[in-house]
């Protein structure tokens, strides 16, 4: 069983920065796709940006050029380090894995809190 495990959410001010950690476990890290999303008060949860294994990232075109998504294979990490933030951008972050081997698996984490306010 995949274990999905966020940090480095809080407060912060428009136009500034944090950076998102995802601890995982459990599952073969090298060969999923990571990816984060979130969910604003009274919104669908959506994607925010994933990496393939081979490192192909995407990004919703919200947070393209002030987000950037990476993974690290040695640690069984992946993040999200977000810039010029906006008031749009409070949301709870979910951390997500997908893969297909041993057999298809969607995990998610708990989330984490990112409040955009002044």
């Known amino acids: 069983q995949g274990q999905l495990v966020e940090s480095g959410g809080g407060l912060v001010q428009p136009g500034g920065s944090l950076r998102l950690s995802c601890a995982a476990s459990?599952?073969?890290?090298?060969?999923?796709?990571m990816g984060w999303y979130r969910r604003a008060p009274g919104q669908q949860r959506e994607l925010v940006a994933h990496i393939t294994s081979g490192g192909t990232e995407t990004y919703a075109d919200s947070v393209k050029g002030r987000f950037t998504i990476s993974r690290d294979n040695a640690k069984n990490t992946v993040n999200l380090q977000m810039n010029s933030l906006k008031a749009e951008d409070t949301a709870v972050y979910y951390c997500n894995a997908k893969g297909l081997i041993p057999m298809k698996y969607d995990y998610w984490g708990q989330g984490t809190q990112v409040t955009v306010s002044s």
């Open positions: 459990g599952i073969i890290f090298k060969i999923s796709t």
